[in-house]
């Protein structure tokens, strides 16, 4: 079996959805006419790191998974890309509670969630050992 991929890489535009929707569209349509089987988005490329829009902007995530849905069926194209880790790590346990969350809670743990506890534990350790020394 042969893959054939495409990394479909462009500059985001921060915050503007449409216009980064409308250039993966026609990407995908150029890079399934060429022969693609799987085509690769850049991370956030929807809608780029718009921090201050985001909770706005996460509210079209349904609408672009639908499309993009769309266009693998009718492209026969497979479609990878990030839109949000809140988006995919709250999505399964939202839709699929009953599976296994493990895998998910570990990534967490071991991402930002891990780094803040992380910080967290060092400065007590630090704090603790030094009060140990002075007494």
Known sequence: MTINAAAIQFN?????VDANLAYVREALHRVAAQGATLAVLPEMWSSGFAYKNLNELALRTAGIVDELLTL?????????GGIS???????????????????LVGIFITGPVG???GI????????T???DKTA
């Not at 988006?87 to 009953?98: C, E, H, R």
């Open 72 to 80: 693998s069926r009718e492209l026969k194209l497979v479609i990878v």
């Open 129 to 131: 050992k030094h009060r």
């Open 115 to 117: 780094f803040v506890l």
């Open 85 to 103: 880790f809140l988006a995919g790590f709250l999505g399964p346990i939202i839709l699929t509670p009953q599976a296994n969350q493990g895998p």
């Open 120 to 127: 967290i534990a060092g400065y007590i350790y630090a704090v």
């Open 12 to 16: 985001v535009k921060q915050g503007d």
